[in-house]
């Protein structure tokens, strides 16, 4: 497993922009397929973009074109650059990391061993 560790939550209005990070422990990170998810208060915790290792990356229909999931290998981080948000983006953002899942099981939170701890994200209206 991979330690992961998320940064870059907080609180923005309707139609700003955050940035997350999520920094992973090993060297090897270059190697996982890489996975934001989110859970709302009282909802399943549901996929939002995933980057797999050879460079396929997978949107939720509901942030098409507003979000962008990015990977730094020099840093071993994993980056999710939200724009536009709205105040249904509002949840607990994760970061998840698994070896070689492809689609669509990069999409499926129970394919994922390795869990950040989780960073808040509340878009006020």
């Known amino acids: 497993q991979v330690q992961l560790v998320e940064s870059g939550g907080g609180l923005v209005q309707a139609e700003g922009s955050l940035r997350l990070s999520c920094a992973a422990s090993?060297?090897?990170?270059?190697?996982?397929?890489m996975g934001w998810f989110r859970q709302a208060p009282g909802k399943e915790r549901e996929f939002v973009a995933a980057?797999?290792?050879?460079?396929?990356?997978y949107y939720a229909d509901s942030v098409k074109g507003r979000f962008t999931i990015s990977r730094d290998n020099t840093k071993s981080t994993i980056n999710l650059q939200m724009n536009s948000l709205k105040p249904e983006d509002t949840a607990v953002y994760y970061c998840?990391?698994?070896?070689?899942?492809?689609?669509?099981?990069?999409?499926?939170?129970?394919?994922?061993?390795?869990w950040g701890q989780g960073t808040q994200v509340t878009v006020s209206s």
């Open positions: 090993r060297r090897t990170f270059i190697s996982y397929d």
């Open positions: 980057l797999s290792s050879t460079n396929n990356i």
């Open positions: 998840a990391a698994e070896h070689a899942l492809g689609y669509p099981s990069i999409a499926r939170p129970k394919s994922y061993n390795s």
